[in-house]
C-alpha cells in the first residue's frame, strides 16, 4: 500500500495544490491520500474525481498529522529538496515496500524539523526547489518503475479512449 500524505494546508492559497496533490497521487498509482482536516473542499474535488472516472481510491481528512507520521506502521519518504537524491535511494525504498507500506509525505508551506527526523528516508526529486505536484510524480513513477501507467480502473462512469486528435469519452459499456 502507498499512502500520500499532504502536510499542511492554508485555505483559499493551497486549495489547487492540495486538490492536484489528490489527483496526482491517485492517477499515478496510490491507494489513498490524507489531508489535513481544513481540506474538506479538496477531499470533495479527490472524491468526485474517483466517483467519475474510477478507483479505488480513497481520501481521509486527519486532525494529527504529526501523530500519524510518528506512529506509521511501515515506511516514512519525505519529499524535500534537502534530501538525498531519488535516482541513489530509490531501490531501497523499492525494496522497503515490497515488505510493508509506504508513507510518501509532501509539504507545503514550511514543514517543520520533526517530519525530517519522523522520516526513514528524505528524499530529493533533484535538490532544486520546485513543487510537491512535480516532486510526487516522479517519485511514484520511479517507486513503481514506470508500471502505474498500465494500472487497470475499477467502477468507473466515464472511461477517456486515447486518441490521436480531439476527446473521446464514452460508458464503460460502450468500451
Ligand atoms: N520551503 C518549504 C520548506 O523548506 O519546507 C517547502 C516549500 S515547497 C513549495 C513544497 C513542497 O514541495 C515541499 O515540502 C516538498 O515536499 C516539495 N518539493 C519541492 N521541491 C522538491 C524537490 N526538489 N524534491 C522533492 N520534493 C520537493
Known sequence: EVIVLRYG???????????????????????RVI???????AKETVEDITDRFGGPFTV??????????????GTVVHLTM??????TVESDIRAA????PLLVIV???????????????????????HSEVA?????????????ELDREWENQERVVLPQKQGKKVVSPDDR
Open 135 to 147: 516532486g510526487l510524480a516522479v517519485f511514484l513513477d520511479r517507486l513503481f518503475s514506470g508500471r
Open 82 to 87: 534537502y534530501g538525498e537524491e531519488v535516482q
Open 107 to 129: 509539504g507545503g508551506e514550511k514543514v517543520p524539523f520533526d517530519v525530517y527526523e519522523a522520516a526513514d528516508w528524505n528524499v530529493g526529486v533533484t535538490n532544486q526547489p
Open 35 to 41: 489531508f489535513p482536516s481544513n481540506a474538506g473542499q
Open 60 to 73: 481521509e481528512l486527519d486532525d494529527s498529522q504529526g501523530a500519524t507520521i510518528r506512529n506509521f506502521d
Open 9 to 31: 494546508h492554508r485555505p483559499g492559497r493551497d486549495d489547487r495544490m492540495t486538490t492536484h496533490v489528490g489527483l496526482t497521487a491517485r492517477a499515478l498509482g496510490a491507494d
Open 97 to 100: 515496500h515490497t515488505e510493508e
